[in-house]
């Protein structure tokens, strides 16, 4: 079993909708990442949790301590979020990530 | 831009020759981390490094592999003897504390 867990793997979504993407962990962590990756792109820090929701433009991060579960929500998608969302758990020990597989994202239009 | 820069973006190699990845953190970040993401894999840890020090190499694989982090200069990944199974995208990370990690771009390895 994976120490991350991201669900769905796969995810197909009409232009303006809202779009949850979720990941599970079972490991302690000091603080969670969302990252994004564009198709043959780099990939970019969304956002970095360690405690209730952040927000920007229309991503909203949330995180649950208790529950060891996070969201990533996505209001009025857009084409150009399709990418692979990756929910990331740092121990903060400062030597490694647990990444989950991983969310492909594709909106259509 | 102060992003991590990592270079080439793009490195095909035949089985046998070296590879070498750099990376050039944001400037004042001291923490620099290699990821390797396997085709239709996920991002894997490799190894954690900080100025002229290795910290965590628990992922790297045990021969062929090695990686630097010089006093001055770019971080390096290098690896000897490229087989087929090295083809991947090789990310790098820094970070001025274990925190606030920027990502570059990825080098885009090719064994042919």
């Known amino acids: 079993k994976n120490e991350v867990e991201q669900s769905p793997q796969n995810l197909t979504a009409q232009e303006g909708e809202f779009i949850t993407i979720n990941c599970s962990y079972s490991?302690?962590?000091?603080?969670l990442h969302w990252l994004q990756q564009h198709p043959g792109g780099g990939i970019v820090s969304l956002f970095m949790?360690?405690?209730g929701k952040k927000k920007h433009g229309r991503l909203i991060a949330t995180i649950n301590i208790q529950e060891k579960h996070s969201s990533l929500h996505i209001t009025a998608s857009h084409p150009r979020d399709s990418a692979v969302y990756i929910c990331?758990?740092?121990?903060?020990?400062?030597?490694?990530?647990?990444f989950g597989t991983g969310t492909s994202l594709t909106v259509i239009p | 831009n102060a992003g991590v820069m990592q270079n080439p973006r793009h490195l095909v190699r035949r089985r046998g020759q070296e590879a070498r990845l750099r990376c050039s953190p944001v400037?004042?970040?001291?923490?620099v981390y290699w990821y390797r993401q396997l085709p239709e894999e996920g991002l894997k840890f490799m190894v954690y490094?900080?100025?002229?020090?290795?910290?965590?190499e628990s992922g790297m694989p045990k021969e062929r592999f090695s990686a630097e982090f010089p006093k001055e200069g770019p971080s390096i990944l290098r690896i000897q003897q490229v087989v087929r199974g090295d083809s991947a995208a090789y990310f790098c990370?820094?970070?001025?504390?274990?925190?606030?990690?920027?990502f570059g771009s990825g080098t885009r390895l090719t064994v042919v």
């Open positions: 949790l360690s405690s």
């Open positions: 400037k004042g970040h001291s923490h």
């Open positions: 490991v302690g962590i000091s603080a």
């Open positions: 990331a758990a740092d121990r903060g020990t400062g030597n490694q990530f647990y």
């Open positions: 990370a820094s970070s001025a504390d274990p925190y606030g990690y920027t």
């Open positions: 490094l900080q100025k002229e020090n290795i910290i965590d």
